[in-house]
């Protein structure tokens, strides 16, 4: 399975990294919906998309206005957004406001499923996240691979949502502070590096990316990539475009 990583900042872009979507192309299913959507079109494959919200802070949810030049490059028949009920109603009201934007893209809005069937035999589930206003993770399955979405929380080897990834092939995680800033990660409710490898560790993954960092950080490497590595050595950093097969 071929996962695109098309935006890896949290809270704004920056000249290197957009915010939070990821795409898998093949099974027409996309990851919030950040600044990066726009890149969508040049990795759209089928008639469908899938969109899935961790929750709908605006560096998650802004590109769901950019869907009508998406449309335009590549006609998808159906374009359904899944989120918990309350954050699909927060968008209505909110983002899709008609002073704001007056017109919504076609699309359909649907509360998240406790189970979601994917393309070749897939399915996908959710779990909690601890973040202000609520945000949710999300764990795919195939027969022989598996990955997990986590962003927005803050990481520790005891987190609950440990078991909930237990096991995957591809952990794609948020980092939002190094080390020295634990203390800002904690208080905004994000994760730091070490914590985020414990974690990896702990719940046995196969591989850890990191994503969602700062934008003001150091943009060759946000949050420490070599200290990470010395808790769980098979950690990259994730990059814009980044393509990862699992």
Known sequence: MRLLLLGTNGYHPNDRRQTACLLLPECGVMLDAG?????????LIGSELDIFLSHVHLDHVVGLTFLFSIQDAHPLRRVTIHAAADKLA??????????????????????????????????????????????????????????????????????????????VDLLVHECY????????????????????AQLARQAGVGRLVLVHF????????PVGLATAQVVFPNTTLGEDRMELCF
Request: hydrophobic share 35%; glycine share 6%; aromatic share 8%.
């Open 35 to 43: 600044t990066a959507v726009y890149r969508a079109t040049d990795y």
């Open 90 to 167: 927060a968008l209505q009201e909110h983002l899709f406001a008609s002073p704001l934007f007056p017109v919504i893209p076609s699309c359909e809005f649907r509360a998240l499923a406790d189970h979601v069937p994917l393309a070749d035999g897939g399915r996908l589930t959710h779990f909690p996240l601890k973040h202000r206003g609520g945000s949710i993770g999300y764990r795919l399955d195939w027969p022989g691979h598996s990955m997990a979405y986590v962003t927005d929380t803050t990481a520790s080897p005891e987190a609950d949502y440990a078991e909930a990834v237990r096991g």
């Open 177 to 196: 502070c190094n080390d020295a800033q634990s203390e800002r990660a904690a208080k905004l409710g994000h994760s730091h590096t070490t914590a985020v």
């Open 214 to 221: 700062d934008p003001t950080a150091p943009i060759d490497d």
